[in-house]
C-alpha cells in the first residue's frame, strides 16, 4: 500500500463549487505540504502544516484552504472553484528538514 | 527569495548517450538540494541528494556535486535507457527550519531507441 494517498486522483467540476482534496499518510511523519503542479512552472506550495496545530501559508495560498484533521490527513479546499485553479495537486510529508515524500496526485479539472 | 533556474526545454537523446541537465540556485545560507524525477502518471520520487558544499549525491547511474564556488547543482547520467524518459526537477530546501521545497521548472527528458 502506498504511504501517501490521495483522494481522488481525477476530478472535474464546475466554476464556482467547493472541492475538497483529502490526503492520508502513513509514514508517521509531522509536516504535510501540498503544491500544485502547472506544465512549465514547476511546482509551487500552496500551504504547509508542522503538526496538527500549525498551518502556514505557502506562495500561493489566495483561494484555497486546508485543515489537518489529524497528524496522518491534510485536506486542501477550494471554496469557489475556477477555471485558472486546474492543474495538478500534489500531497507531500516529510520528518523535520529532511526529504519530502510525495502522493500521486489529484488532477483537477475546473469548468 | 531561494529559487531555482533549470535548464530550458525538453531533452531528446538518444539510448546510451550522456545526459546533463544544468540547475543553477540562489539562496540565503547553505540549503540542500535535490533533483527529483517525475514518471508519466505518477508523483516525485527523490533521485538523489546532497546536503553540503562539494557532497555528491548519487542514485540509478544518476550523479550531481553541490558546487558552492558556482552555485550549481548539475545532473549527470553516463548512458541513459529508454526507461529514464521522465521529467527531472532540482529543488532546494531551506534549512532554516521551514524546509520548503523551491522547485525549478522541470526538464522533460525523452529517451530514444
Known amino acids: 500500500d502506498a504511504d501517501v494517498t490521495q483522494t481522488p486522483r481525477n476530478r472535474i467540476t464546475k466554476t464556482g463549487k467547493r472541492i475538497m482534496l483529502e490526503c492520508s499518510q502513513t509514514?508517521?511523519?509531522?509536516?504535510m505540504y501540498w503544491y500544485r503542479q502547472d506544465p512549465g512552472l514547476g511546482l509551487r506550495l500552496i500551504y504547509y502544516s508542522f503538526d496538527v496545530k500549525d498551518i502556514n501559508k505557502g506562495e500561493i495560498s489566495d483561494g484555497y484552504s486546508v485543515s489537518r484533521q489529524a497528524q496522518a490527513k491534510f485536506s486542501l479546499s477550494l471554496e469557489s472553484a475556477i477555471p485558472n485553479q486546474t492543474a495538478l495537486y500534489f500531497c507531500a510529508t516529510s520528518v523535520g528538514v529532511n526529504e519530502q515524500f510525495f502522493g500521486p496526485g489529484t488532477r483537477l479539472t475546473v469548468l | 527569495g531561494d529559487s531555482v533556474t533549470q535548464m530550458e526545454g525538453p531533452v531528446t537523446l538518444s539510448e546510451e548517450a550522456f545526459l546533463t541537465i544544468n540547475c543553477t540556485y540562489t539562496?540565503?545560507?547553505?540549503?540542500?538540494l535535490f533533483w527529483y524525477v517525475q514518471y508519466p502518471g505518477e508523483g516525485l520520487q527523490l533521485l538523489l541528494k546532497a546536503t553540503k558544499a562539494d557532497d555528491k549525491g548519487s542514485n540509478k547511474g544518476f550523479e550531481a556535486t553541490y558546487r558552492k564556488e558556482t552555485t550549481s547543482f548539475h545532473l549527470e547520467k553516463g548512458s541513459v535507457q529508454v526507461s529514464d524518459s521522465a521529467v527531472y526537477f532540482c529543488a532546494l530546501s531551506d534549512r532554516g527550519g521551514n524546509n520548503r521545497l523551491a522547485f525549478g521548472k522541470g526538464n522533460q527528458v525523452v529517451v530514444i531507441p
Open positions: 509514514k508517521g511523519h509531522d509536516r
Open positions: 539562496a540565503t545560507g547553505y540549503p540542500s
